[in-house]
């Protein structure tokens, strides 16, 4: 049985800087022996056989071919926007600043 001690836990929220009542500090250590213990169950099950997986399904990517296509131009963009300046979509001030 792997377990955290009360001092153990006041050490990490010390580092974590978070301050902690003595009532949270023995909770969470029963908590903390709860996890570990779990983890050591897992840990006994996965032997050599077992392959690691981080998904329980295989996962594949999907790519597609990276093909050059033309573009729109400027004035193309621009065609439909109410404003425009300078080659750019002219859009309302709204923070107040020049």
Known sequence: MTSL???????????ARIEMSDEELVNLSNEFTVILDAVARVQEVAGADV?????????????????????????EAL????????????????????
């Not at 392959?51 to 597609?64: E, I, K, M």
């Not at 065609?79 to 001030?93: H, N, Y």
Request: net charge negative.
């Open 5 to 15: 001690s009360r001092d153990d836990v006041a050490n990490l929220a010390r580092l």
């Open 51 to 75: 392959a690691p997986t981080s998904h329980p399904l295989p996962l594949r990517n999907v790519f597609r071919p990276d093909v050059v296509v033309a573009s729109l131009t400027p004035e």
């Open 79 to 98: 065609s439909g926007a109410p404003a425009q300046e300078e080659s750019r979509f002219r859009v309302p001030q709204i923070l107040g600043e020049e």
